[in-house]
């Protein structure tokens, strides 16, 4: 591809996000990421078995210290990452053109939904505890109070469109709340899953608690919804009923949370905070009172 | 000098058990298609009655009538109406309180005065808690108008029976569910007494459906198509096998399963306080407790100090008849649970752990296990990974705050946890950093119906109880 004054371009090499660093796939592998009439666009890294471990290993590492940070902090992190995304807005919109041969207006709309939704989320971090949480009356001279917490470590699919609003959606509630996430993006329309890995990389993110890997979710999600390490999976980009049964089937083994998305989801309505309660845990706390 | 308690049993004339009990399908008895089985007292190992079993055909038939008292009656009433059914029963369970403890103790082998004192008031506390929710939900926080989901199955295990009913009943149905509930096959007799306190409530019939049987009704209740919520308590093993069996439906699932809880004793700990809380947290209920503090973790400055006071008090518990008021520790549920008992802990002792019990006097017939503590505990003993889901403690030591965390997290369980230390700090800290579900501090082994209750890892997910709870029986419609 020429630019108009005829400069042959430095091409990007499209690459995992993982521990905060872009490594290849460790299985050397790589497929082609074409757009909407079937048009190479780019070799993208096919992650691995090993991949999708190493990722799990860098986000229970991150976990250690994200789920400690403070809410104000992981609200002004979330919101970080918006202001990156906003200052690469025509790059994503470039991208989603590319890939899912929508036009310039449909890809700004996505873009402009997406940086405003890692904002929503943003919002809810030092909010979000005293709407799920509480005091609870209990009869007997007991203090007792209830808050949520992140669940951990949380393995998720993007949806194959809107690609980057659905990826967006899919790790902002998992992240705000404290968790670490390993994302699928979409196995369709990958490219603008790796320019929000950059946005994400020059962010204050910590390294690790959010991991992109690109590839065919039928191979990665099996070795991930096996993985004792895991907490939770959010399938919001399967759609094959049986896969869906096999890994739901799976999460049992270690007693996974998994949610599913609705039939036909809308990535554009304001959401609920059912993807927050989905990834965080209920704890109650009671101490005595008395003199 | 020594004193002797005078027996002080409960009279069990209260009580009118029947020789044998029909399913509860659309508001009436009816016998069962499969095998009959019988319920036995542990204490006594003498059979209390003859229980239907429910069958295939069974299943369907409490489904459907689940189903159609959904479609016709239930979800046609108005929230306040369906409090109202629930506020009756709340009344009436308070009102038989005595016959329900002491049915409970005689099919359980749980004291009498567990039964009284907490089981049975704290299940009639859930039905008027409940109660009040039915027309309120859209102020619950699930949206401005959360619906119920169907049919609900219901799975609960033998240790607190009527509780763990009432735990899933009131829930349901105030959100507006009707159920098909099948309680534990050696505990069935109090929620077969709650099936009649439905029909003296004239609740709608086939609002509520009570099954009988064992595993196999279970697995069949639960794969029923028609069912659209599954509650299940009880082993985090059939949890796992309850989780792949909805798999690929759209059945709701939460799990409330097993537990190796922590009971962590700081050196600065109120000591006969925490004794007392450690007591009760592992022998209250002989052990059968999913969130029994089973592993002592005592700071090492004070463990030899609080063993030895530990021991001292586990002498003065009285083991035997479980309708005596007198009684701490009743009989043990099952032949098969005593069995499990000592084969953990004969593997406590193979594996190098020092077992201790009070010198204490048996009875011949009945199951019974003593108080039992182990000591040189390691974290890799079975004793101190697995649930034993008996009067067995494990105790091990650890010298600083973060050694105590690490230890309490080490298991795969996450359902409670126990802090004993006088420094309002260091509560708050380790509260924070214990991952599991419920953290009593300076306390243990306290349930309310405000209070959600349920865990974190494979000790399940969902809350019962709470605002937190109703979640588990409410559909709120998400775009994405």
Known sequence: MMNNNDRVEIRKTHKLFIGGAFPRSESGRT?????????????????????????????????????????????????????????????????????????IKKATKQVDTAIDRMVWYAGWADKYAQVLGNTNPVAGPFFNFSVPEPTGVVAAVAPDSPSLLGLVSVIAPIVMTGNSVIAIASYKNP?????????????????????????????IMPWLATHADVNALDLTGITSAE????????????????????????????????????????????????? | MAFDYAPAPESTAIVNIKSSYDLFINGEFTPGGGTPF??????????????????????????????????????????????????????????????????????????????RDVDIPIAAAHFFY?????????????GSNPQALGVAAQIIPWNFPLLMLAWKVAPALATGNTVVLKPAETTPLTALLFAEICQQADLP????????????????????????????????????????????????LTLELGGKAANIIFDDAPIDQAIEGIVNGIYFNQGHVCCAGSRLLLQESIAEQTIESLKRRLQTLRLGDPLDKNTDIGAINSREQLNRII??????????AERWSPACAIPDKGFWFAPTIFTNVTQAHRIAREEIFGPVLS??????????????????YGLSAGIWTEKGSRILWMANKMRAGVVWANTFNRFDPASPFGGYKESGFGREGGVQGLGAYLNVEDPS
């Open chain 1, 31 to 103: 497929f082609e990421a074409t757009n909407s009439s079937g048009e190479f666009l780019a070799n993208m890294a096919m992650a691995s078995r090993k991949d999708a471990r190493d990722a799990v290993i860098a986000a229970r590492t991150a976990f250690a210290s994200w789920s400690k940070a403070t809410a104000y902090n992981r609200g002004q992190v979330l919101y970080r990452i918006a202001e990156v995304m906003q200052g690469r807005a025509e790059q994503f919109v470039q991208d989603i053109q590319n890939s899912e041969g929508v036009s």
């Open chain 2, 205 to 252: 019939p086939g609002v509520v459906n009570i099954i009988t049987g064992a595993g196999e009704t279970g697995r069949m209740l639960v794969e029923h198509p028609d069912v659209n919520k599954v509650a299940f308590t009880g082993s985090t093993e059939v949890g796992k096998a309850i989780q792949r069996q909805v798999a690929g439906t759209n059945k709701r």
């Open chain 2, 395 to 412: 105790v091990l030591t650890f010298r600083t705050p973060d050694e105590a965390v690490e230890k309490a997290n080490n298991t795969q």
């Open chain 2, 343 to 352: 084969d953990l802990t004969k593997s406590g002792e193979d594996e190098g």
């Open chain 1, 243 to 291: 896969l869906i049964t096999q890994l739901e089937s799976d999460a049992a083994g270690t007693v996974k949370r998994v949610r599913t998305a609705p039939a036909d989801p809308d990535f554009y309505a304001t959401p609920t905070l059912s993807r927050v309660r989905a990834f965080t845990e209920i704890k109650t706390v009671w101490h005595p009172m008395g003199v």
């Open chain 2, 38 to 115: 019988t319920t036995i007292n542990p204490a006594t190992e003498e059979v209390l009655a003859t229980i239907s079993e429910a069958n295939q055909a069974d299943v369907n038939r409490a489904v459907a009538s689940a189903r159609r008292a959904y479609d016709k009656t239930w979800s046609k009433l108005s929230g306040a109406d369906r409090g109202k059914y629930l506020f009756r029963i709340a009344r009436i369970m308070q009102e038989r309180g005595r016959e329900l403890a002491v049915l409970e103790s005689l099919d359980n082998g749980k004291p009498i005065k567990e039964s």
């Open chain 1, 191 to 219: 490219v603008p899953a790796i320019t929000l890995s950059e946005c994400l990389a020059t962010s204050d993110v910590i390294g690790g608690n959010i991991n992109i890997l690109t590839g065919d979710p039928a191979d």
């Open chain 2, 130 to 142: 409940h109660a009040g929710w039915a027309d309120k939900l859209e102020f619950a926080g699930y």
